[in-house]
């Protein structure tokens, strides 16, 4: 009996099965949840000050100066602390055009606390 190919399934929010999705290079798409973004972050700011979830960051300009972007788990940029950070690279590291996935899910908001030095731009998505 003919058979089709094997297709990949994965479970929805809901827990129904529905048919996973490949990319050309044959690797599984992953919906990182981020349903809204914050788009042009080039100061502190609070991405959203109730729990949610951190999907991606991009670095659409890279910083030019020390320091780094830092993101916390808080509600006020005020609030920002080593203890709460979440996610932090240096100005080195953040390279124009890098996408970080992070999936981390933040239980008090999102806050940028600092981005670096320099005149850098960030995009990031949340949920």
């Known amino acids: 009996m003919p058979q089709s190919p094997l297709a990949f399934v994965a479970t929805n ?31 502190a700011t609070v991405i959203k000050a109730t729990p949610g979830t951190l999907a991606r960051l991009t670095v659409v300009t890279a910083p030019t100066a020390s320091g780094a972007l ?40 999102i806050v940028v606390s600092a981005v670096g030095g320099g005149t850098p731009q960030y995009s990031i998505s949340w949920s």
């Open 13 to 43: 929010p809901s827990g129904a099965i529905t048919s996973g999705k490949l990319d050309p290079a044959r690797n599984l798409l992953v919906n990182s949840g981020g349903q809204s973004s914050t788009l042009n972050v080039t100061a």
């Open 70 to 109: 830092t993101i916390n788990d808080c509600t006020t940029t005020g609030a920002a602390t080593a203890a709460n950070t979440v996610f932090s690279i240096p100005y080195g590291s953040a390279t124009a055009g890098l996408v970080v996935a992070l999936e981390w899910p933040c239980t008090t908001g």
